[in-house]
C-alpha cells in the first residue's frame, strides 16, 4: 500500500516533471480513462448475467 508520505513525493515528481499546466489536463484524460473502463466492465457484467439466463 502506498502511504500518505509516498503519495506526497509522487504527486511533487508529477508537478515537477509535466509542470503546473499540464497536471490538470492529465487528472481530465485519467478521469474519463477510469469512467470509460468501468462503463466498458458494467457492459460486460450485463452480458454475462443475460448469458446466465439464457442456459
Not at 509542470?19 to 457484467?45: C, H, I, N, Q, Y
Request: with cysteine; hydrophobic share 45%; glycine share 10%.
Amino acid at each position: 500500500m502506498i502511504g500518505t508520505m509516498e503519495l506526497i513525493c509522487i504527486c511533487g515528481i508529477a508537478a515537477l516533471l509535466f509542470g503546473a499546466t499540464k497536471l490538470p489536463e492529465f487528472a481530465r484524460a485519467l478521469g474519463s480513462s477510469v469512467g470509460e473502463f468501468r462503463k466498458a466492465k458494467l457492459e460486460v457484467d450485463k452480458e454475462v448475467k443475460e448469458l446466465e439466463n439464457k442456459q
